[in-house]
């Protein structure tokens, strides 16, 4: 596959091979499960950099292909961008449709991720769009971009959280921009601390993110949720700056519940929610 660079809507630039997941098979018809041409179309890159595209006017259903209900695992990569105009990528199943552990610089943009099944207070018990986790000790994860994509009908939208079990593994200097979140039970679940039996997260665990612009709208219990643990003030979250972003019309509680310590918010708004705009 030739080399190539990819401008897609003022973002970014990546170079390496542009995949098209339908070169692997991928039908895009909404009901045929693509998730092994989408697996097959990753792992053509092997070790290189690369695009894998997802062409617009499609829609991509994903299933999981693993024992802990994950469709698209990328673990120990590095410079992979996924694709899309506006492209849905749908799931009707209780899954994580890409989960990111010990990878650095993935980039998602142009995508609009689906679980087919949530909506208006019925959810799957643990459905997320995008998870970001660290592995073991030393192999966080870092510098994932989400841009110009939405998330709707999820447990959560995206997953942030520093370790698998206890250990030094920081999700950090995460970036999302011009996105929106909506219908999802929580928007953005960031964890860095467990309390049921886990050893405490490593300190900043969940450190460096960045929200600009981005829409937390008519989600379900929180648009946000920033859980510590009992330390609430604790460094196991913290540096999230949100700037130009929305949380309106939280059904049930909070347009951002959050603990941690150094966080900002920068010209964001909270309107209609139901218990509060901010609760700590």
Known sequence: ?????????GDFITKGPWVDVRSFGAVGDGSTNDTQAVLNAV??????????YFPPALTFKLEDTDADGIAVLLSGKSNISFIGDYTRIITSSNITIFQVQNSQNIKFSGLRLEDTYGSNGTYHSDSIGISLR???????????QIINSQFKGFKYGMYGSGNL???TAPVEKITIDNS???????????EGYHTAGDAPYAKGS??????SKTKFDTNYKWGVWMESGSTKNSYYIQNVKFT?????????EHGLYVQGRNHSFINSTFVNNNTAGIMS
Request: no cysteine.
């Open 165 to 167: 079990g206890g250990v």
């Open 134 to 144: 660290g592995l073991a000790s030393g192999q966080g994860t870092s510098y994932v």
């Open 43 to 52: 792992s053509s890159l092997g070790s290189n950099p690369g695009i894998i």
């Open 244 to 252: 130009e972003s929305d949380f309106l019309n939280t059904v049930v």
């Open 180 to 190: 929106k979140f909506y219908d999802n039970y929580a928007g953005l679940f960031l």
């Open 206 to 211: 969940v450190d460096s993110w960045t929200i």
């Open 1 to 9: 596959t030739p080399s190539v660079s990819l401008h897609n809507n």
